[in-house]
């Protein structure tokens, strides 16, 4: 059963901007910290960046900050990756996936840690 579902991915141009959505379609993942991976073509999965149950905490990769911002909207069991300033580097397959643990007080970058992946949504920045 598909539990997280990945959406608002598509072709844009270098400088727009996106919303990502991740939406728990199962489980609810409401206590558990949520993460932003992506994976471009040819090259490994990354960490993204990260929120926790709560939304009090984020994390984010060096490359993002500032231009990417997580949020998450526990009523409505999605979770938000919102993109600013696109560039062509950010072209990748993005996924969602919730920490295996629940109540961790702050996210991590650490695949590994998290249990529950989404299928992915394509983002790409054309130049």
């Known amino acids: 059963q598909v539990q997280l579902v990945e959406s608002g991915g598509g072709l844009v141009q270098a400088g727009d901007s996106l919303r990502l959505s991740c939406e728990n379609g199962?489980?609810?993942?409401?206590?558990?910290?949520m993460g932003w991976f992506r994976q471009a073509p040819g090259k490994e999965r990354e960490f993204v960046g990260a929120i926790s149950w709560n939304g009090v905490s984020t994390v984010y990769a060096d490359s993002v900050k500032d231009r990417f911002t997580i949020s998450r909207d526990n009523a409505k069991n999605t979770v938000y990756l919102r993109m600013n300033n696109l560039t062509p580097r950010d072209t990748a397959v993005y996924y969602c996936a919730a920490d295996q643990w629940a109540y961790r007080a702050r996210p991590t970058m650490t695949e590994r840690t998290y249990g529950t992946w989404g299928q992915g949504t394509q983002v790409t920045v054309s130049s």
């Open positions: 199962g489980r609810s993942f409401t206590n558990n910290a």
